[in-house]
């Protein structure tokens, strides 16, 4: 019965949650690419599947609001004492997925950051300072029920991400070396936060499948005064069955990011809201074996206060069915 479904478990892996989000003060970043959706999870039954997945996410434009500004004399007396130069991020991240049964399944995800980060602190003395960290992120453990009706499926997503990222990182180079890094650019929050989500699966016609999803996330404690930014997602999805190998595949991703508040944030140079355009594919590689890939670019940003922001972000991955 499950194997034959054909969307019985098209979600996977919680769409959003597979990429490792990084709530970043001062600066704005994410990938909300469904990426499981299209590696036949279906196919593979009950049992264990392991993902390795690489995002690029490079936030090398400042931005104020809708537009990008240019840093040709401005000052730190203009943002707060900091002019942000950038922020170089890639994620490394393994992921396990266990389905039980036609109806119950369990996601963990275990980001590795690698980050440079680099500012101008003050009008005085225009040196970088800059960090280069890296380290295990924040873990995030997920919990779905599926219903399927014929084609369709209806699943609820609920889980934590956990405070297993440091968040006590200093500044390794320039005049700022040895104060700490902004809160919301460290490997972790420090915080536990809920992750609740709806999503929705099907097919139409011979080639066609979709998907739609929401996702939201809440801090549910503050740590040493600080609390990261509620987040919410919705992303769209089409995918054509081009053949048994290749599945080319379109989507829409919406993010909306709001405050961060505590002594430790930077509440003025927070919140933000983005769409995306995101192709990408799927190739089959071998019965157990799915290849991913995407680019993921800007249609629309709307920033409070000034933030990086990235250009584009790409995102490969392998996933292996047991």
Request: hydrophobic share 40%; charged share 20%.
């Amino acid at each position: 019965m499950y194997a034959s479904s054909r969307a019985a478990f098209a979600a996977l892996v919680a769409v959003a949650a597979m990429f490792p989000f990084r709530i970043l003060a001062c600066s704005s970043c994410g990938c909300n690419a469904g990426t499981e959706w299209f590696a036949s999870a279906a196919a593979r039954g009950l049992g264990l599947a392991l993902d390795l997945r690489y995002d690029f996410v490079n936030q090398n434009q400042l931005r104020l609001g809708r537009s990008p500004v240019s840093t040709a004399g401005l000052t730190t007396a203009d943002i707060d004492n900091e002019i942000q130069r950038g922020t170089l991020t890639n994620f490394y991240t393994l992921g396990a997925d266990y389905v039980f049964g036609p109806h119950w399944g369990l996601n963990l995800q275990a980001p590795f950051l690698v980050r440079l980060h680099e500012t101008v602190a003050e009008d005085d003395d225009p040196r970088v300072s800059a960090t280069d960290d890296r380290g295990l992120g924040d873990l995030r453990l997920i919990g779905r029920y599926q219903a399927s009706f014929d084609r369709d499926a209806v699943g609820v997503q609920f889980g934590l991400k956990l405070p297993t990222g440091r968040f006590h990182k200093s500044f390794d180079t320039g005049p700022r070396t040895g104060e700490a890094l902004d809160r919301g650019l460290q490997l972790g929050s420090g915080t536990t936060d809920l992750i609740v989500g709806l999503y929705d699966t099907g097919a139409f016609g011979e080639r066609f499948d979709r998907f739609e999803q929401v996702q939201y996330r809440v801090a549910l404690n503050s740590r040493e005064q600080f609390r990261p930014s509620p987040q919410a997602f919705v992303n769209l999805g089409l995918r054509y069955r081009l053949g048994e190998t290749l599945l080319p595949q379109l989507q829409l991703n919406f993010r909306w990011e709001g405050r961060e508040i505590g002594a430790q944030s930077d509440y003025p140079n927070s919140g933000s809201r983005a769409l995306y355009l995101t192709p990408g594919a799927t190739w089959r590689l071998a019965p157990r074996w799915n290849a991913y890939g995407f680019a993921q670019w800007p249609l629309y940003q709307d920033y409070t206060g000034y933030q990086l922001a990235p250009r584009y972000l790409l995102s490969a991955g392998l996933s292996y069915g047991f």
